[in-house]
């Protein structure tokens, strides 16, 4: 998870911000999406807990499966914090399309469960494995991975690892992180990213990371979710020991600006029932190290696979236009400018078969600015070859 930020200048009313947030949240809204309409699937699969002693257990894996008579698959995958869910607009979009579509938690998140080892057994490789057994499960023999944040890593990484099940790749807002070179810790990066401290603090204190969350799920949702038109303080990310402090003038955090009611009810419920601690595991040290190892040991970096990576562009926000005061520093996601991190990254020479596209909104561009994401992903799954002309052979 990464945000974006924009404030009046210091002094501005706290009443009328939450006012303008209301008012933001309230034109976002379109025709109710119930989630509780999806029936959903679950499934036991195997999986490594790793600490403190490994064994092989097993976990629940739920999957919401929407028009299973088609033939093209789509597998969506969310990030941090998420819950299937929050692909509500792409569903909308797409499930009279002629596509299946399969929409997990992911383990650890809303009623998937975890090897209840959150520092070691949430590789990116244990992730790809968790999809092989949802894919398997639903009897999909191939399905494009749509990913959105960690969503986006999970989708390029599994398709490198199986490019025999994962036939094409969606990244929405984080770009392909090549795992060529060797493993650099985030905490490395603080001091020039501050934004990025908050995953220090994930790291570091996970257990107490979890408690500050966990005491009031829906204030901790409402800190993340949010819009260029309705955004965090300057502060937030920038704790190693805290992840709500910049928070604490705020007695209460505006409603998520794309959610209905309803839909912001079943993401807190869905995040009441394990908690925090099991979806951390993307922040830790030693997952992310035992992820690069096992990218190392597999030696190929290069997707072959045909990618659509859409990322997010500066936009003036409605404040900024009201507000003439504002001294304005946004430029899409605070913690990184994906445009430019996709060129340092040189990800597009292990992608030979990308397409970028750019649409206006923040991080969470695809419930934001639902309209050009969908799109843009629609014009582009139409370009796909038949998943019959296509195979290759899987990497694990």
């Known amino acids: 998870m990464v945000l974006v930020q924009l404030l009046p200048e210091r002094g501005a009313p706290q009443a009328f911000i939450m006012f303008m947030s209301v008012i933001f949240s309230l034109s976002s809204y ?56 929050t692909w509500s607009r792409q569903i909308e979009a797409l499930e009279n399309e002629n596509y299946r579509l399969i929409v997990p938690d992911l383990r650890g998140f809303g009623y998937s469960t975890h090897p209840d080892d959150p520092k070691s057994s949430h590789t990116m490789g244990d992730l790809t494995q968790d999809l092989v057994c949802i894919l398997d499960n639903a009897k999909a023999p191939s399905a494009v991975c749509i990913g959105h944040d960690w969503g986006s890593q999970v989708c390029y990484e599994a398709a490198r690892m199986r490019p025999d099940l994962f036939t094409a790749v969606v990244g929405l807002v984080v770009p392909y992180i090549p795992p060529a070179g060797p493993y650099v810790s985030v905490k490395q990066f603080v001091p020039e990213l501050p934004k990025l401290a908050y995953q220090t603090f994930f790291d570091r204190q996970t257990e107490e990371a979890a408690i500050e969350l966990n005491k009031d799920t829906r204030r901790s949702l409402r800190t993340t979710l949010r819009t260029v038109d309705s955004p965090p303080p300057d502060d937030f990310l920038k704790s190693e020991t805290s992840f709500m402090d910049a928070w604490k003038d705020f007695d209460e955090i505006p409603p998520i600006p794309f959610f209905t009611p309803a839909e912001e009810d079943y993401m807190v419920a869905s995040f009441e029932r394990q908690g925090f601690l099991y979806t951390f595991g993307f922040y830790t040290e030693e997952n992310r190290q035992l992820s690069h190892a096992l990218s190392h040991e597999h030696g190929n970096f290069t997707l072959p696979q045909p990618v659509l990576s859409i990322l997010p562009t500066k936009v003036r926000s409605i404040l900024e236009t ?25 990800s597009t020479a292990f992608l030979p078969d990308l397409t970028v596209k750019f649409v206006e909104g923040a991080h969470w561009i695809h419930l934001e600015n639902p309209e050009p994401v969908n799109k843009a992903i629609k014009d582009w799954l139409r370009t796909l070859p038949s998943r019959s002309r296509r195979h290759v052979v899987d990497e694990l």
């Open 322 to 346: 009201l507000l003439i005061t504002v001294d304005n520093k946004f430029e899409k996601d605070p913690v990184a400018d994906w445009g430019a991190a996709m060129k340092l990254l040189n």
């Open 30 to 85: 379109t025709l109710a999406f119930d989630p509780y309409k999806y029936p959903r699937k679950t499934l036991q699969c195997d999986a490594v807990r790793r600490e403190p002693v490994l064994e092989q257990v097993k976990i629940d894996l739920s999957y919401v499966d929407i028009g299973d008579a088609a033939h093209e698959a789509i597998i969506m995958i969310h990030g941090w914090p998420s819950v299937w869910s």
